[in-house]
């Protein structure tokens, strides 16, 4: 074993005893404190009055980022693992609600930017870079994968011919319906809504209002009213 190996291993087990410890202590003030005291030094950055409920996961602390007045409940699933370039960052703000899952995989780059609201069960995944705007909502059960399989060989199995991943950008002020699913590659522009159960392949113009299966732009947002998009 290597002595980056070992130095891995034992920050791991580190980050094990510090949320074994403190991560199962009841959201009382006292719990509240000795977490973000605690937390602050296996965190790349722990920010002020942050709002960690009991019960969340964290793994690979030291490329997580979370700012000032963010909060965590429940349930939520915060891994970092797979590469010591991964980075998750949480502005200032966010809300990570119950059983929410954010993971980065490989050498990827997480952010979701200031007050953001991320529903519960939310799925949020990598390998690709994800970034997230400022005051979006994403309701519950969507889902924002950043990466295909490849399946092209039919003898292969699919598990082993690897994947691609291109990356997806939520810009400003995007508010995403229940049960919405994003797929790699795709931009949505800013201050647009996306209706619930849609599933969105190819990029979103902003200002757009787009529901179905593929995601289809059926109005544009203006200053004063919602107008028809003229086919």
Same mark, same amino acid.
């Given at each position: ?12 087990l ?6 074994s410890?403190l991560?199962?202590? $009841?959201?009382?003030?006292?719990g ?31 490329c ?10 429940k ?11 991964? %980075? ?7 809300a ?15 952010e ?7 529903? $519960? ?8 870079d ?20 490849n399946?092209?060989? $039919? ?65 544009t ?8 998009? %003229?086919?």
């Amino acid at each position: 074993m290597n002595r980056e190996q070992s130095l891995s291993k034992l920050k791991r087990l580190q980050e094990l005893l510090v949320i074994s410890l403190l991560g199962d202590l $009841p959201t009382i003030a006292l719990g509240l404190k000795l977490r973000n005291i605690v937390y602050s030094t296996i965190f790349a950055r722990m920010g002020k009055a942050v709002y960690i409920q009991e019960g969340v996961e964290f793994f690979n602390t030291s490329c997580i980022e979370v700012g000032n007045g963010a909060f965590i409940f429940k349930g939520a699933r915060i891994d970092a693992r797979g590469h010591q370039n991964n %980075r998750i960052y949480l502005n200032n703000g966010v809300a990570i609600e119950r059983n929410v899952s954010i993971g980065c995989l490989e050498n990827s780059y997480i952010e979701i930017g200031q007050e953001t609201f991320i529903g $519960p069960s939310v799925c949020i995944a990598g390998p690709g870079d994800i970034r997230i705007g400022k005051r979006c909502l994403i309701a519950s059960h969507s889902g924002i994968y950043a990466n295909n399989h490849n399946f092209a060989d $039919p003898i292969k199995s699919i598990k082993y011919q690897g994947i691609t991943r291109k990356g997806i950008v939520i810009e400003d002020d995007c508010w995403l319906g229940h049960g919405v699913t994003v797929l790699d590659g795709v931009t949505i522009g800013q201050s647009s809504v996306i209706g619930a159960g849609t599933v969105v392949t190819k990029d979103i113009p902003p200002f757009s209002v787009a529901m179905g299966s593929p995601a289809k732009v059926i109005k544009t947002r203006t200053s004063k009213q919602l107008v028809n998009v %003229r086919e």
